[in-house]
């Protein structure tokens, strides 16, 4: 079974950066990707950006360009990191980003990391 652990949350004034990071441990060779999700109050979850088991990487239209995710895999393959390192970040970025990870049977899901972006 997977889990995810997200961390890097926290308060930042506009135009600050983040570095979010997730934690995956227990069955990687499976996940077909690694997904970054926000939400924000009143509003549905989005998927903020993507990185699949071959590298290929997306990006939603609202942090293209401000936004990176990237992956750092152990030694011994039984564990990674996936980073989104958030730049330039304004009041609409608020939200609680959550780690999902999509493998045959489902998705697996963090508990989620609170993002404030406030003056």
């Known amino acids: 079974q997977v889990q995810l652990v997200e961390s890097g949350g926290g308060l930042v004034q506009p135009g600050g950066s983040l570095r979010l990071s997730c934690a995956v441990s227990?069955?990687?060779?499976?996940?077909?990707?690694i997904n970054w999700y926000r939400q924000a109050p009143g509003k549905q979850r989005e998927l903020v950006a993507t990185?699949?088991?071959?590298?290929?990487?997306?990006?939603?239209?609202s942090v293209k360009g401000r936004f990176t995710i990237s992956r750092d895999d152990s030694t011994d393959n039984t564990k990674e990191t996936v980073h989104l390192q958030m730049n330039s970040l304004n009041v609409e970025d608020t939200a609680v980003y959550y780690c999902?990870?999509?493998?045959?049977?489902?998705?697996?899901w963090g508990q989620g990391t609170q993002v404030t972006v406030s003056s």
């Open positions: 999902n990870a999509e493998r045959p049977e489902g998705d697996y």
């Open positions: 227990g069955g990687i060779y499976s996940i077909y990707s």
């Open positions: 990185i699949e088991s071959n590298d290929e990487i997306h990006y939603a239209g």
